[in-house]
């Protein structure tokens, strides 16, 4: 595609639930980042991918948070048991390769948790 | 443990002015550092990446400098339009690691 695509744009849940956020990177951008916005808040960094190497996970807030990347392509945010903080913008990234290469961000999946 | 800046956090200014945006990082080891804009609902837009052996980029209206050594980087907006009213954000790339280490922003409001 065009740009980083996210979906589902916005996802209302019920506290205690599961939720899954897609995000489909840039064709050909081996780097993928997860963020979250929080209101008022910055950004937070969550997790880093970059092709076959492993994960940089060192942002997830609790073991309620995972991803994965299949293919090293569509990558996928999920929450366990999601919380009323969980409430927030999450944000996904790509750009080519590491290092020094822009990075192209989507519109992000509004999470609210009631 | 790298922190980033951003002065002022709002600003409000007449139409066709120009003006600046003010980023402060407390550690030069950087690889790279990136503004980026954001309007309101919206995901971020890159404007300019400015890599740690630059000292600045230019695009259109905008121009965004690199002063490593001192921690600093400005991005100057040229005769300002209302549509350039967002929130701007610079985050930088650390040596070693991958992630970007985003600023609060500077909530840009350009007034008709």
């Known amino acids: 595609g065009a740009g980083v695509s996210q979906s589902p744009s916005n996802k209302v849940t019920e506290k205690g639930k599961d939720v899954e956020l897609r995000c489909d990177p840039i064709?050909?951008?081996?780097?993928l980042y997860w963020y979250r916005q929080s209101l008022g808040q910055g950004l937070e960094f969550l997790i880093y991918f970059q092709g076959n190497s492993a994960p940089d996970k060192s942002g997830l807030p609790s073991d309620r948070f995972s991803a994965e990347r299949t293919g090293g392509s569509v990558s996928t945010l999920t929450i366990q048991r999601t919380q009323q903080e969980d409430s927030a913008v999450y944000l996904c990234?790509?750009?080519?390769?590491?290092?020094?290469?822009?990075?192209?961000f989507g519109e992000g999946s509004w999470l609210t948790v009631v | 443990k790298q922190e980033v800046t951003q002065i002022p956090a709002a600003l409000s200014v007449p139409e066709g002015e120009n003006l600046v945006l003010n980023c402060s990082f407390t550690d030069s080891a950087i690889y790279n550092l990136q503004w980026f804009r954001q309007d309101p609902g919206k995901g971020l837009t890159s404007l300019l990446l400015i890599q740690s052996s630059q000292r600045e980029q230019t695009s259109g209206r905008l121009n965004a400098s690199l002063d490593k050594s001192s921690g600093r980087s400005t991005l100057y907006i040229a005769a300002s339009q209302p549509g350039d009213s967002a929130t701007y954000l610079c985050a930088v790339k650390i040596q070693g690691a991958q992630k970007l280490v985003f600023g609060q922003g500077t909530r840009l409001t350009i007034n008709p």
């Open positions: 064709s050909g951008h081996t780097a």
């Open positions: 990234a790509s750009s080519l390769g590491e290092s020094g290469n822009t990075i192209y």
